[in-house]
């Protein structure tokens, strides 16, 4: 199996390290307003406790320099809610965003990585709030209730990040007719999400088994591809 490879955004050097992600955008974060990897470890929102952060190539690593950039932790708005989903979103971009796998070689051609649908990228918006990006919708406290991306050339991982969001009111995950994901299975992070009504996967390549602990948590509408056995899903749908 191929190593992964990820396209990186524009704008991004690769030379970044982990000290430039600790403080304001001008490097000197004198009052502290700005979100560090420091305070992200201490809220418990990175999830390996920092050492993902290592990497200054790492998705996590990505995910927080905008993070940082664009955010601003003395604002009222920014709960601590709104800065775990905006570093979870962060990281499912850099993590799904021309990620090159086998699945991906195998679904679009060898050496072919598909970029996202062009329709209001997220990277021409990280300046707004993630409840104004491409397939978000959000409450009135600005906290995601859905994730719709069909058919939007998703590649790579469904990172483990994505669990922040059950913090909040996240109700729908629809991630189906990208077939650039199902390296490595069936997503672990589903296991970890509680309160899901529906999550749609079909058109995807995973393979393997759904995790019983998955279909004990009784969603309402749970889809998934046809290669990936599932005791609880609905009818899967084969491709014609």
């Not at 955004?9 to 390290?17: Q, V, Y």
């Not at 929102?45 to 927080?64: R, V, W």
């Not at 189906?176 to 996967?201: R, T, Y």
Request: aromatic share 10%; net charge negative.
């Amino acid at each position: 199996s191929k190593k992964e490879s990820e396209s990186p955004d524009k704008g991004d050097s690769l030379g970044d390290t982990i000290k430039e992600s600790q403080g304001s955008p001008d490097g000197s974060d004198k009052n502290g307003d700005y979100i560090t990897a420091d305070k992200l470890i201490a809220q418990g929102i990175a999830l390996n406790g920092g050492i993902e952060f290592e990497n200054p190539t790492s998705y996590q690593s990505k995910a927080l320099k905008k993070l940082r950039k664009f955010s601003i932790i003395t604002s009222p708005y920014y709960t601590d809610q709104k800065i775990a989903q905006r570093y979870a979103l962060l990281c499912f971009y850099y993590r799904t965003y021309h990620v090159r796998t086998d699945t991906v070689d195998t679904a679009y051609g060898y050496g072919t990585t598909p970029l996202w649908m062009a329709i209001s990228p997220w990277r021409n918006a990280w300046a707004d709030d993630e409840c104004n990006w491409y397939g978000i919708a959000c409450n009135m406290a600005g906290l995601v209730t859905r994730i719709e991306l069909t058919d939007h050339h998703l590649t790579g991982y469904v990172p483990m990040e994505l669990k922040l969001l059950d913090g909040g009111p996240l109700a729908v995950i629809d991630f189906s007719g990208n077939p650039g994901l199902g390296q490595g299975g069936f997503p672990a992070v589903f296991s970890e999400i509680n309160k899901l009504d529906a999550l749609a996967l079909s058109g995807c390549s995973f393979t393997g088994s759904v995790p019983q602990e998955v279909c004990d948590k009784s969603i309402e509408f749970f889809t998934v591809n046809c290669d990936c056995d599932c005791s609880c899903c609905q009818s899967c749908e084969k491709d014609t």
